[in-house]
């Protein structure tokens, strides 16, 4: 038989029951990665009746909010940026899988700030990525996200991804 354990902030694994008997800490007698590293697999053994079973132990994933200038919150959608980058794209060189690799980049960079992150903040980590990808896409996506209203507005944003784009030179 195999039974999923699953722990979130600060449970412990100690404890496990024998399904057979219902006896507390069983006896880890092997561990293995399972599911591409995304599990492990440990082989327990309950020391009251000997009954052998397998557990998987998985990582709850803790989910990352976005906190909308509205002060409405939402979960983090990775299809969002993907569509909006590939609205910006349309017509562009910009290869499917390198807005998807963005989006995917952009979300670890969100969740390394914690489970909750502002939709500006979110934005701003696109017109990053975008910068070193196209930039035609990153001018349109800055117009959406910025709300241009004057050709003014794309002139201070070219030059400001021209700053970003221009190495410092080191003495």
Not at 13 to 32: E, I, M
Not at 48 to 59: D, L, V
Not at 103 to 111: D, G, K
């Amino acid at each position: 038989m195999h039974y999923v354990v699953r722990r979130g902030r600060g449970d412990s694994l100690h404890g496990v029951r024998c399904p057979a008997c219902h006896a507390v800490d069983t006896k880890v007698v092997d561990s293995r990665s399972a599911d591409e590293g995304a599990a492990i697999r440990r082989r327990r053994q309950c020391p009251e009746c000997k009954y052998r079973f397998t557990t998987f132990e998985r990582m709850d994933e803790v989910p990352l909010v976005v906190i909308k200038s509205s002060d409405r919150r939402e979960p983090f959608d990775r299809a969002k940026i993907v569509a909006g980058v590939l609205a910006a794209a349309k017509g562009r060189p910009v290869d499917v899988s390198v807005v998807e690799t963005l989006a995917e980049t952009v979300e670890e960079q969100m969740r390394l700030r914690g489970p909750e992150v502002s939709s500006n903040d979110v934005g701003l980590a696109v017109l990053e990525q975008l910068g070193r990808v196209d930039e035609v896409v990153y001018l349109r996506f800055a117009s959406v996200y910025k709300d241009f209203v004057a050709a003014a507005d794309f002139r201070r944003e070219l030059t400001l991804l021209e700053k970003l784009s221009t190495p410092v030179e080191i003495d």
